[in-house]
C-alpha cells in the first residue's frame, strides 16, 4: 500500500464522483448541438442535483426499508467500484481486493438493489422495469465475462492493474484481433449496462419504453439526486474502464508526480468517448426489447471468438 | 475404534436416540425431543468431521454389526468435510423443526413416523461419507432414501399431490439405487475385495472397460440423488410436498452425497480417468446448471424454484468437479486443485444459504398458508426477521458480492479461465464454454432471486392469506439465524472453511494448497486476488457516510405517484409471472411454454369482444419429452401383462408348471 | 513489410472475414446482406493481397485483383439485380432465431477451432493460424443454408462457403494454380446465375422466394 496508491485512488473516488455529471451535461449538450438545439449547458446535471438535495424527503405510502437503502447502495457500489477500477493510478490499495469479475458483480449488486427498490413500489411500472432489468443484466453476463476471459488469458491475470499494465508495456496488443473483438463485446456491454439507446433510452418520457426510469419513477428529491448521480457515476466508471483496458496511456503507476496528468488524459478520454457515444446516439433509434437479446448474442459471439483468437492465434 | 471416533458415535446415538425419542414420548413434548437429538446428532457430527479434516482421519472394523460382511467405518479430510456439513444442516434443520413440527392451523407434522424418522435420516446421511466398505456405503445410502421417502410422504393425508411426489421419488431413487448398486458391486468383484482400501488398490489396474462401466453406474445413480438434469423430475416434485425442514435436509445436506460418491469413486477409488468422463460430467454440470436456473427463473412456486435451484447449484458444483478431473488429467495439478477447492466451497456455500432459504420458505408456506409468489408480497412488514434472513439467503444464491455464493462462484470462474493454456484442445473448447454457462447462470440466478425476494416478500400482499401473515415462533428463527450466521461467516471469511477444503482436496488431488490467504485470497500458480472482507467493509463505510451525508433529513409520507394514475391496488401490481415473462419470451425455444388465448366475441358482433382468457402452463420440458414416453410405455406393458392373469386358477398353476418343466427341458439339454 | 506488420494485416484482414459472416447471420435486411457479402469479398481479396506481397508473388496479387473484382463487385451486383427482380427486402423469421443463431455461430467458431489443430500442427505459421477462421466461415455459410427461407439469402449462404473455401485453400497451401481458381471461379458466377434465373422462375410461380414454396413441387 503506497502512499501515491492511496492518493491516487481517493484522486480517483473524487475525480469519478465530482466529474460525472459533468460527463452527463457534456453528452446531453453533444446531443443538444447537434439536433440543432443550443442546450443548457454542461452544468446543469450538476444544477439538477443541487436543486433535488435541498427538497424534502420523501417515504411513499407502501415502500419499504429497501425502497429507501436502494439509492444508497446504488451509490456506495459506484463509489467502491471507482475506487477499485484504474482510473488514473494502477497502484490503488483497494487493486487486490476486487478484480474485474468482482467489479462487474459489485455494479450488479446496485442494479439489483434499485430493481429490489422498482418491485417494492408495488406499482405496475416499478415491476415492469425491474423485470426488464434483470433479463437484460442476465444477458449482459456471458458477455463481460468472456471479455475478461479474452483479455486475462495473455496476462495469466484478471487484475485489472496488471491487465492495463500489460498494454502499457506492449502496445501493439491493442490493435491484435483479442483486443478490438473483445472492445466491441465490451462496448455493447457498456452500453446495456448504463442504459444507453440501443436498449435503452435515458431521457425518454413513455413509460411503456423505460427500464432504468421505469424503477426510479416513485424517487423524489435526495433519493432521486442520488440515483442520478449513481447512474452517471456508474457511466463515468464503465467508459473510462474500457478507456483504459484498451487504451492505457498517461494512467500513473506508483509515482505522485504523474498523478495531476493521469487525471487530465482521464478526463479527455472519458469526454471523447461520452461525446462519441452521444453523437452516435443522435442517428440511432431504441430496439424493441425482444430485439435486445439479438444485440446482446451478437456480442456475445464477438467476446467468443475473442477468446478462441487469444488462445489459437498465438 | 479410536478416541477421536467418539463425536462420530455420539452423533449416531443422539440419532437413535432421537428416533427413541420420537417413538416414546408423549405428542406435546415429542417435537422437542426429537428436535434437540437431532440438533445434537448434527453438532456432533460437525465435531466428528471439523477433528477428521483437521488431521484426525480415524477408521473402525465392526465385524458384528452386519452379517457376513461386517461395517466398515472410515473418516477422512473428504468424508470429514461431507460429515461436517451434514452435520451443520442437521442443527439448523433440528431446531427449526422444534417449533415448526407443532400443530399450527391444519398443518401438524407431532406424529410419531415423522418425528422418529428425521433423526434416523440425520444419521445416516452422516454415515455415508464414514462408509469404508461397498455393503456399509450402500446400506447408508439406502437408509438414507428410505428415510427421506418416508419423510417426504409426511403429509400424504393432507394433499393427494404428496402421494404423486413420493411415487417420483421412490422410483428415482430406487433406480438410482440399481444403477450405483451395480456399478460398485461389479467394482468389488472385479477386484476381487469390498472394502475402499481394496478397491483403491485395485482400482487403477482394472481393464479399462471395466473401469469405465463402474464409473458410468456410480456416476448416474450418484447424479440422479445429486438432482442432476435429466435425472432431476423428483426434486422439483418432492421439495414443494416435503416439510420444510426435510427440504433442507434433502437439499442441502442429500443431494451433496451425490457428489460425494462421484468424487470418492471417480477420483480416489478408480484414481481418475479418461477425459470422456470428466467431460461427460462437466456436460452434465452445465446441462444443469442452464436448465435448472432457467426452470427457477419462471417457477412461481417458492419451494419449487429453490428446488430447481438446487440443480443449478449441483450443477456448477459438477461443473467443477469435471474441470478438475480434466485438469488432473491433463497434468495441470495446481488448477485441478482450485477447480475442486472451488467445487466444494460451492458446495458448502450452497448448503448454508439453501438450508436458510428452505427453512424461511417454510415458514412463509406455514405461515400464508402457500407458497405460491403469486399470492404472497408484503411479508416484509408482517414477517420482518424472516424476511431479512430470506434476503441474507437470497443474496448468497445469486453470487453477488457480500453474499456467499459469490467467493465460490468466483473460485470456479479463475480456475476455468485459467485451465485454458493447460491440456489441449478439450480443454480449450470445453472451457470457454463453461465460462459462458456459469455466467449465465450467475445472471440467472440474480434474476430468479430478485424474483423471489422482491415478489415474495416485499411490495404488497397479492392475496388475503399473505395479509393473514404472522411471524414464525422464536425456535424457527433461531434455526434460521443459525444458518443465516454460517452463510455470513462464508460470506466475509471464507477462510475459516478453506483448511479444511483443502484437507479434503488434498484427498483426492494431492499437492499444495490452491487458495491461501487470511484476508485476500490468493490462488496458487494464478496470479489473481480477491478480498470479500475489504469489499464489505468498503462497501459499509460508503454506505454510512452516504447515510449521514446526503440522507440526514426525516421523511415525509406522501401517496405514491405511480404517473399520477393511482391509488394502486394489489392486483395491478406486477406478479412473478409477469417479472419472468421477458425471461420466458427469450427462452422461448428450450421452455416451450403453452399457452392458449381465448377470445370470446359478444354475440351482436365478431369484433366487439366480451372476454378474453388467457391461461398459460410451463411444464418442465424434459420430463415430457422423456419420462413420458418410458411412463407410457411402461403403462402399455403393464396392461399387455394383465391379460396374462384373467383370474383362473388353473391358469396360474399352469404358467408354473410351464416354466417349471421349461427349466427342465433347459437342463436336459444344456447338460 | 515486416514480419509483425504481415501478421496484423492477416489476423485483421481474417478477422474482417469471419465478422462479415457473423454479420450476415445478424441482419434480417436483404440489402445490408448483400453489403456485407460484398464487403466479405474485399476483405478476402486484401487477405490474398496480403499473402501475396508477402511471398512476393505477383500472380497472387493478381488473383487478388481478380477475385476482388469478382466477389467484391460482380456478385454483389448480380445479386442487387436478382433482389430487385425478386422484390420483397427482408428475410422473414428464420428457421432458427436470430439470437440462437448467433450462438450457434459461437459454438461452430469453436468447433472449427477444435478440428483444425491438427492441420494447424502440421506447419504452424501465421498462415495456418488462421486458416480455422475460414473453416468458420464455411461452417458459417452452410449454417445460413440450412436455416434461411429466402432465396437469396440461402445463395449468400452458398457464396460464404465458398469464400471460405477459398481462404482457406490460400491460407493452408499458399497458393492454387491460377487455372484451378478460374476454374473455381467460373463455376461460382454460373451458380450464381443459374440461382438467379431460379429465383426469377420462383417469383413468376409462386409469387415470392420463400424455399419452403418449394414442397408444393413435390406433391
Not at chain 1, 464522483?17 to 449538450?29: C, E, F, I, T, Y
Not at chain 2, 388353473?650 to 410351464?658: A, D, S
Request: proline fraction near 5%; hydrophobic fraction near 55%.
Amino acid at each position: 500500500m503506497t502512499a501515491a496508491g492511496i492518493v491516487g485512488a481517493t484522486a480517483q473516488v473524487l475525480l469519478v464522483g465530482a466529474g460525472s455529471p459533468l460527463l452527463v451535461g457534456l453528452m446531453r449538450q453533444v446531443r443538444a448541438r447537434m439536433e440543432g438545439r443550443a442546450g443548457p449547458g454542461v452544468w446543469q446535471p450538476w444544477r439538477d442535483l443541487r436543486k433535488l438535495l435541498r427538497k424534502e424527503a420523501i417515504a411513499p405510502d407502501g415502500t419499504g426499508p429497501v425502497f429507501r437503502l436502494a439509492p444508497l447502495v446504488l451509490a456506495g457500489t459506484a463509489l467502491v467500484a471507482a475506487a477499485v477500477v484504474p482510473i488514473v493510478t494502477t497502484a490503488s490499495p483497494l487493486d487486490g481486493s476486487a478484480d474485474l469479475f468482482a467489479v462487474t458483480a459489485l455494479l450488479a449488486l446496485g442494479t439489483v438493489a434499485l430493481a429490489l427498490a422498482g418491485l417494492d413500489t408495488a406499482t405496475a411500472f416499478g415491476g415492469m422495469g425491474a423485470s426488464r432489468e434483470v433479463v437484460v443484466l442476465a444477458l449482459v453476463e456471458p458477455t463481460i465475462l468472456m471479455s475478461v476471459f479474452a483479455l486475462s488469458a495473455r496476462v495469466g491475470s484478471t487484475d485489472l492493474g496488471a491487465i492495463v499494465t500489460s498494454t502499457l508495456h506492449r502496445p501493439e496488443l491493442v490493435v491484435s484481433p483479442v483486443s478490438l473483438l473483445a472492445a466491441v463485446a465490451l462496448a455493447v456491454v457498456v452500453i446495456a449496462e448504463t442504459g444507453r439507446l440501443p436498449v435503452d433510452n435515458p431521457s425518454t418520457h413513455l413509460e411503456l419504453t423505460m427500464i432504468h426510469e421505469a424503477m426510479v419513477l416513485e424517487y423524489a428529491g435526495p433519493d432521486l439526486a442520488l440515483v442520478e448521480w449513481a447512474s452517471a457515476m456508474r457511466l463515468t466508471v464503465l467508459l473510462g474502464l474500457f478507456a483504459n483496458l484498451f487504451a492505457p496511456w498517461g494512467i500513473a503507476g506508483a509515482s505522485l508526480v504523474m498523478l495531476p496528468v493521469a487525471v487530465v488524459v482521464f478526463a479527455l478520454k472519458v469526454a471523447l468517448l461520452g461525446g462519441t457515444l452521444a453523437a452516435g446516439e443522435v442517428f440511432m433509434a431504441k430496439l424493441r426489447m425482444f430485439r435486445v437479446p439479438e444485440l446482446l448474442a451478437g456480442s456475445f459471439v464477438m467476446a467468443v471468438l475473442a477468446v478462441a483468437a487469444s488462445y489459437f492465434l498465438v | 475404534m479410536t478416541g477421536s471416533s467418539a463425536p462420530f458415535v455420539v452423533a449416531l446415538a443422539a440419532g437413535l436416540l432421537g428416533a427413541v425419542a420420537g417413538i416414546a414420548l408423549p405428542r406435546r413434548v415429542r417435537p422437542l425431543g426429537a428436535g434437540v437429538c437431532t440438533a445434537v446428532s448434527g453438532a456432533a457430527g460437525v465435531v466428528a468431521g471439523v477433528a477428521a479434516f483437521a488431521g484426525h482421519p480415524w477408521s473402525a472394523w465392526l465385524p458384528d454389526v452386519v452379517p457376513l460382511a461386517g461395517t466398515r467405518l472410515a473418516v477422512d479430510g473428504l468424508g470429514g468435510l461431507f460429515i461436517a456439513v451434514t452435520g451443520a444442516v442437521g442443527v439448523c434443520a433440528g431446531v427449526y423443526g422444534i417449533a415448526y413440527c407443532r400443530p399450527h392451523g391444519d398443518h401438524a407434522l407431532d406424529g410419531r413416523a415423522v418425528q422418529a424418522v428425521t433423526p434416523l435420516f440425520l444419521a445416516s446421511m452422516l454415515l455415508v461419507p464414514a462408509a469404508a466398505s461397498v455393503t456399509t456405503f450402500l446400506l447408508a445410502w439406502e437408509l438414507m432414501a428410505v428415510a427421506s421417502l418416508l419423510l417426504v410422504l409426511a403429509e400424504h393425508r393432507h394433499r393427494t399431490s404428496v402421494r404423486e411426489a413420493g411415487l417420483w421419488y421412490a422410483v428415482m431413487t430406487q433406480l438410482g439405487m440399481v444403477v450405483l448398486l451395480g456399478g460398485l458391486v461389479g467394482f468389488a468383484a472385479a477386484a476381487h475385495g469390498e472394502s475402499f482400501a481394496r478397491l483403491r488398490e485395485a482400482g487403477r489396474g482394472l481393464s479399462p472397460g471395466v473401469r469405465a462401466a463402474v464409473f458410468l453406474a456410480v456416476f448416474v445413480g450418484c447424479a440422479s440423488k445429486a438432482g442432476i438434469v435429466p435425472l432431476h423430475v423428483w426434486l422439483p416434485r418432492a421439495h414443494p410436498e416435503a416439510p420444510a425442514h426435510v427440504s433442507a435436509l434433502m437439499s442441502a445436506a442429500m443431494v451433496n452425497l451425490g457428489v460425494y460418491g462421484i468424487v470418492r469413486v471417480g477420483f480416489d477409488l478408480l484414481g481418475g480417468g479418461p477425459a470422456w468422463w470428466w467431460l461427460l460430467v462437466l456436460a452434465a454440470g452445465a446441462g444443469s446448471a442452464l436448465y435448472g436456473i432457467l426452470q427457477a427463473a419462471v417457477a412461481t412456486d417458492l419451494k419449487r424454484l429453490l428446488a430447481y435451484s438446487t440443480c443449478e447449484n449441483m450443477g456448477l458444483v459438477l461443473i467443477g468437479v469435471g474441470a478438475a478431473g480434466l485438469l488432473d488429467r491433463a497434468g495441470a495439478r495446481p488448477l485441478a486443485a482450485l477447480a475442486m477447492t472451488a467445487a466444494l466451497l460451492h458446495l458448502v456455500n450452497h448448503s448454508g444459504f439453501k438450508t436458510l432459504l428452505f427453512l424461511a420458505a417454510g415458514s412463509v408456506v406455514r405461515a400464508a398458508g402457500t407458497g405460491d409468489l403469486d399470492a404472497l408480497g408484503g411479508l416484509r412488514t408482517r414477517m420482518p426477521v424472516t424476511t431479512v434472513l430470506f434476503g441474507l439467503g437470497a443474496l448468497g444464491a445469486s453470487a453477488l458480492p457480500l453474499g456467499n455464493g459469490f467467493v465460490s462462484e468466483w473460485l470456479l470462474l479463475q480456475g476455468l479461465v485459467k485451465a485454458l493454456g493447460s491440456g489441449g484442445t478439450a480443454v480449450a473448447v470445453t472451457m470457454p464454454l463453461a465460462v459462458a454457462v456459469v455466467a449465465l447462470t450467475a445472471g440467472l440466478a440474480v434474476a430468479t432471486f430478485v424474483k423471489a425476494f422482491g415478489v415474495g416478500f416485499l411490495a404488497r400482499a397479492r392475496s388475503e392469506k399473505a395479509e393473514r401473515a404472522t411471524e414464525s415462533p422464536r425456535a424457527m428463527l433461531l434455526g434460521m439465524s443459525l444458518a443465516a450466521a454460517c452463510c455470513v461467516v462464508l460470506a466475509l471469511g471464507p477462510v475459516s472453511v478453506l483448511p479444511g477444503i483443502a484437507r479434503a482436496v488434498r484427498v483426492v488431488v494431492p499437492g499444495p494448497d490452491a487458495v491461501t490467504g487470511p484476508v485476500t485470497l490468493r490462488l496458487h500458480g494464478v496470479a489473481s486476488t480477491l478480498s470479500p472482507l475489504w469489499i464489505a467493509v468498503a462497501l459499509i463505510l460508503v454506505l454510512a457516510v452516504l447515510r449521514v451525508t446526503v440522507m440526514r433529513r426525516a421523511r415525509r409520507r406522501a401517496r405514491l405517484w405511480d404517473c399520477g394514475m393511482g391509488p394502486t391496488s394489489a392486483r395491478m401490481e406486477y406478479t412473478a409471472t409477469s417479472f419472468a415473462e421477458p425471461l420466458q419470451r427469450v427462452f422461448d425455444n428450450v421452455l416451450a411454454p403453452e399457452t392458449d388465448v381465448d377470445v370470446t366475441p359478444l354475440a351482436e358482433s365478431a369484433y366487439l369482444v366480451e372476454s378474453v382468457t388467457y391461461r398459460a402452463r410451463l411444464g418442465d420440458r424434459i420430463e415430457h419429452r422423456i419420462y413420458r414416453p418410458v411412463i407410457a410405455a411402461a403403462a402399455w406393458f403393464g396392461r399387455v401383462a394383465r391379460g396374462l392373469g384373467n383370474g383362473s386358477v388353473h391358469r396360474y398353476l399352469g404358467y408354473g408348471f410351464c416354466a417349471f418343466t421349461g427349466v427342465l427341458i433347459v437342463l436336459a439339454v444344456t447338460r | 513489410m515486416t514480419e509483425t506488420v504481415y501478421v496484423q494485416l492477416l489476423d485483421l484482414t481474417c478477422g474482417a472475414l469471419v465478422l462479415a459472416a457473423v454479420l450476415v447471420l445478424w441482419r434480417r435486411d436483404l440489402r445490408a446482406i448483400v453489403r456485407l457479402f460484398a464487403a466479405q469479398g474485399v476483405a478476402l481479396a486484401a487477405l490474398v493481397a496480403v499473402l501475396g506481397v508477402h511471398a512476393h508473388d505477383a500472380g497472387l496479387v493478381a488473383l487478388a485483383a481478380g477475385a476482388g473484382v469478382l466477389r467484391g463487385l460482380l456478385l454483389p451486383l448480380l445479386l442487387r439485380r436478382a433482389m430487385r427482380a425478386g422484390g420483397a427486402g427482408r428475410e422473414t423469421e428464420p428457421l432458427v432465431n436470430v439470437a440462437a443463431s448467433l450462438v450457434v455461430a459461437a459454438l461452430l467458431a469453436l468447433l472449427s477451432y477444435a478440428v483444425t489443430r491438427p492441420v494447424v500442427a502440421l506447419e504452424p505459421s501465421p498462415a495456418t493460424h488462421a486458416a480455422p477462421v475460414a473453416v468458420t466461415v464455411v461452417l458459417i455459410g452452410f449454417f445460413v443454408l440450412v436455416t434461411r427461407r429466402r432465396a437469396l439469402s440461402q445463395v449468400v449462404g452458398f457464396l460464404l462457403v465458398d469464400n471460405g473455401i477459398t481462404a482457406l485453400a490460400f491460407l493452408t497451401t499458399s497458393g492454387v494454380p491460377l487455372a484451378v481458381e478460374l476454374g473455381v471461379s467460373l463455376d461460382v458466377l454460373l451458380a450464381v446465375l443459374v440461382l438467379r434465373v431460379l429465383t426469377t422462375r420462383m417469383r413468376a410461380a409462386f409469387g415470392g422466394t420463400d424455399l419452403d414454396d418449394l414442397r408444393e413441387l413435390r406433391d
